[in-house]
């Protein structure tokens, strides 16, 4: 099978950065199912510090993807979310909260 003929790629580095782009959609996606799984087991919404991280490396992926496009909007917003994610992990390690597994003990929508 021609991936390069079936999906119009015009070369193979050019599949490579979709692949990568897919990837990168892969850890956001897996960031979620992460949280909902902990907040299952919490009986109540939680945020795991490993959804930080799977964020980080999502985000950063992303990033990379943008950039290789050269599209701003896109490239803003994905560097934008990083600095949030990254700030998150900061705020987590520096209160020592990363030894619990859930950030914050957990956040908790009931209001």
């Known amino acids: 099978m021609d991936l390069l003929a079936m999906f119009d790629f ?7 950065w979709v692949g990568l782009g897919f ?10 199912i ?5 907040s299952e ?8 510090v490993i959804f930080w991280h799977f964020s980080v490396l999502g985000g950063t992926l992303m990033l990379s993807y943008a950039i290789y496009r050269w ?13 949030i994610y990254l700030r998150n992990l900061w705020l987590i390690y520096r209160g ?11 956040q908790d929508t009931d209001g």
């Open 41 to 48: 087991r919490a009986g109540k919404s939680v945020v795991p």
């Open 23 to 32: 990837a990168a959609q892969a850890m956001f996606g897996l960031r979620f």
């Open 34 to 38: 992460v949280q909902w799984l902990y």
């Open 71 to 83: 599209d701003p909007v896109f490239m803003l917003g994905q560097a934008m979310g990083l600095a």
């Open 10 to 16: 015009e070369n193979t580095a050019e599949m490579v």
């Open 96 to 106: 020592g909260e990363a030894a619990e597994g859930v950030a914050g003990g957990g």
